[in-house]
C-alpha cells in the first residue's frame, strides 16, 4: 500500500502540530502497550448485527500509542476501529463498522487532564468514565450531565455518537477536542489549546472544527473538553401518567413549555410498550427535571403542574425534590442522575444480569433505532403509528420512548427487545429495516446509526463528495474506521444481507 500524507501536513488547523520525520512502527499486529489480543471468534453484540471479522484488539493508554498505532495502520494497510469503553450497545458495542479492522481499545487511556472547578471545565481522554468523573465532581459547584447507560460507560465515546445525558444532548457539553489525523497529525479545536494541555474557556476566533470529529471517521480523538453543570440550588422533578390518546396533546404542551423557558431540560415520555396486534395505545409516563434557584424552580413547578393536569388523558401527577427520593422509591435512579450520579443498578436490572458485561450475559437482545422527530404532536404520532404496524408485521414488542432534546425536535428512541436465537434474530434486523425505511420515507432522520446500517447505507446523503474529499484530507490511506458516518470516494454500499424484508422488497 502507498503511503501519503504521513510526512506532509495536508490540512493545518487550529493548534496543528507537524508529524515527526521518522516514526517507529510497532511491529506486525503489535499493540502500542504490549501484546496484542488476537480474534478468532466475532465479539458478542447485544445488539446482534451481522458478525464482524475483527483481526485484533489493541490497547493505547497515551497519545503517543495511539499515534504509533496511526502509522502501523498507515504501513499495515489494516484499518483501526477506535473506542473509548465500546459500550455503544442497542447499535453495535464494540464491533465495527467494516469487516477486517484493528479494534483500538482506548479505556486504558483514563486520565482527566484538567479539572477547573472555578470555571466548570473537565478535560478527559477516552476511557474516562462517567462513574469516574461524577465522582470527582461530588462535593464540588459542579456536576456532570450523565446518561442513564452505566457508570462504566465512557463521556468521549458517548459525545463523539451523538449521546445524550439527562439534561442535555452531550454535544452541548462540548467544549473542544485533541485529534490524532489518519495521517498522522495531532490537530487541538475548539477550546482545546494545545496538545497536552487543558481548555480555555472557550474557542478563539476563526472556524471551528470541532463538530467534524462527531459521528465522522476523520481520526482518533484523544482528548475532549467538556462543560460541566453548575450544580443548583434545588433539583426537582415532575412525572405524570396519561392515557395513550393523550400523547399529541402532551407533546404540544411540552414544547410550549420549552418554548416558554418554564422547563430547560429534556423531558422524557416512556415506559410504553407496543405488543404486536395491540389496537389501543398503551398509557405512558413523562418524567423531566427542573433545576435552578429555589423560587424559580417552585414557579417553575406551579406553571407544569398546571398545563399537564389541564391535557385530557392526564390520570396522575407527582412532583417532588429529586435528593428525597427514597432507595425502594421507583424514580430512585432517574432522580440521581438528575442530580449527577450515574448508576449500573437499573442497566443490570433491565438485562437482569449481574454485571454490566451484557453483550455477554443478557439473555435477550436489544436493539435500537433513533430517530429525530419536529416537537410536534402529530410528528410523535405518526412515529409511533409506524412502530405498531412494525411489531404487528413482525410479532415482536417494540418499546418508543421519546424525548425533548431541543425546542424544536424530539429523539425517538425504539427498542426491540428479542430472544438471541435464529429466528427471533432475523425477525429483529426485519423489523428493525423495515422501521428504518418507513420512518425515513416520512422524512424522520436517524439520529445516530447502528452498524449494520452503516454498511447498508447507500451513498445518498447531502455533501457526500464534500464528506469523501475531508476524509481524503485527513485521512489519506482510510485507515480509521472504514464506513463509520462518511465513506471513502467511490466507495460503493457493501451488498446488503438478505433480510425477509429485503426479499419482501425485491
Ligand atoms: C440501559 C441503557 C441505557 C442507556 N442510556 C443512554 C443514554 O441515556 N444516553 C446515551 O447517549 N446512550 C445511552 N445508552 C447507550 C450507550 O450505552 C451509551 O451511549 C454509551 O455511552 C456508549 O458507549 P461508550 O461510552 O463505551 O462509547 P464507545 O462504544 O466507546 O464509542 C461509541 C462510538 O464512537 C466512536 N469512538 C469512540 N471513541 C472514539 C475515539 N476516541 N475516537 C474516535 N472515535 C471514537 C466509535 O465508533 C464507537 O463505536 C444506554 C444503553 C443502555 C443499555
Known amino acids: 500500500m502507498s503511503i501519503r500524507g504521513l510526512s506532509t501536513l495536508p490540512v493545518r488547523l487550529q493548534g496543528s502540530r507537524p508529524v515527526a520525520r521518522s516514526f517507529r512502527t510497532v511491529g506486525s499486529g503489535r499493540s502500542p502497550d504490549g501484546a496484542a489480543a488476537p480474534i478468532t471468534q466475532p465479539l458478542p453484540d447485544l445488539s446482534e448485527n451481522h458478525p464482524r471479522r475483527v483481526v485484533e484488539v489493541v490497547h493505547a493508554s497515551d497519545t503517543g500509542a495511539v499515534r504509533e498505532a496511526v502509522f502501523a495502520a498507515n504501513l499495515q494497510g489494516v484499518p483501526l476501529y477506535p473506542v473509548s469503553t465500546g459500550k455503544n450497545w442497542g447499535i453495535g458495542s464494540r464491533s465495527p463498522v467494516a469487516d477486517g479492522c484493528r479494534l483500538l481499545d482506548l479505556s486504558r487511556m483514563n486520565q482527566v487532564r484538567e479539572l477547573d472547578l472555578a470555571r466548570g471545565i473537565a478535560v478527559v481522554e477516552p476511557g474516562v468514565t462517567q462513574g469516574a468523573l461524577a465522582e470527582r465532581l461530588a462535593g464540588t459547584p459542579f456536576m456532570l450531565n450523565v446518561t442513564t447507560s452505566c457508570r462504566a460507560t465512557s463521556l468521549v465515546g458517548n459525545l463523539l455518537d451523538n449521546g445524550q445525558g ?8 462540548l467544549l473542544g477536542l485533541e485529534v490524532v489525523l489518519g495521517n498522522g497529525n495531532i490537530i487541538t479545536t475548539g477550546a482545546v489549546a494545545q496538545p497536552g494541555h487543558g481548555a480555555r474557556c472557550e474557542r478563539g476566533a476563526g472556524p471551528d472544527a470541532t463538530r467534524l470529529f462527531c459521528q465522522s471517521n476523520f481520526g482518533v480523538v484523544t482528548a475532549a473538553a467538556l462543560a460541566l453543570v453548575p450544580r443548583p440550588e434545588r433539583t426537582s422533578f415532575a412525572y405524570a401518567t396519561f392515557s395513550g390518546a393523550a400523547l399529541p396533546a402532551v407533546v404540544d404542551c411540552v414544547a410550549r413549555l420549552r418554548r416558554e423557558r418554564v422547563i430547560d431540560h429534556i423531558f422524557y ?6 405488543e404486536p396486534g395491540q389496537r389501543r395505545r398503551p398509557d405512558f409516563t413523562l418524567l423531566g427535571p427542573l433545576l435552578g434557584r429555589q423560587r424559580m424552580v417552585g414557579e417553575a413547578l406551579d406553571a407544569l403542574g398546571e398545563a399537564l393536569a389541564a391535557v385530557p388523558g392526564c390520570k396522575a401527577l407527582r412532583t417532588g425534590e429529586a435528593d428525597e427520593l427514597a432507595p425502594g422509591d421507583p424514580l430512585y435512579h432517574r432522580g440521581r442522575t438528575f442530580l449527577g450520579i450515574p448508576s449500573c443498578e437499573p442497566v443490570r436490572k433491565r438485562f437482569a444480569t449481574t454485571s454490566c ?26 412515529g409511533l403509528a409506524l412502530l405498531q404496524a412494525g411489531a404487528d408485521a413482525w410479532a415482536l414488542p ?19 427487545w428479542f430472544q438471541r436465537d435464529a429466528d427471533a434474530i432475523e425477525r429483529m434486523r426485519g423489523l428493525r429495516d423495515q422501521l428504518r425505511a418507513r420512518l425515513g420515507e416520512q422524512g424522520f432522520e436517524p439520529s445516530r446509526e447502528g452498524i449494520d446500517a452503516l454498511r447498508d447505507a447507500r451513498s445518498s446523503r447531502p455533501n457526500d463528495e464534500a464528506w469523501a474529499r475531508l476524509k481524503t484530507a485527513f485521512d489519506p490511506n482510510g485507515i480509521i474506521a472504514p464506513g463509520r458516518y462518511v465513506a471513502l470516494p467511490g466507495a460503493q454500499p457493501a451488498p446488503r444481507p438478505q433480510t425477509r424484508l429485503a426479499q419482501a422488497l425485491q
Not at 439527562?166 to 457539553?173: S, T
Not at 415520555?269 to 407496543?274: A, D, I, P, T, V
Open 398 to 416: 417494540v418499546q418508543p420512548h421519546l424525548s425533548s432534546v431541543s425546542d424544536r425536535s424530539l429523539n425517538l428512541m425504539t427498542m426491540i
Open 269 to 274: 415520555f416512556g415506559e410504553m410498550q407496543f
Open 166 to 173: 439527562v439534561l442535555r444532548l452531550r454535544a452541548e457539553d
Open 357 to 382: 458485561d451484557l453483550d455477554r450475559t443478557s439473555m435477550r437482545g436489544w436493539s435500537v433505532l433513533q430517530t429525530l422527530l419536529p416537537l410536534e404532536g402529530s410528528a410523535a404520532s405518526a
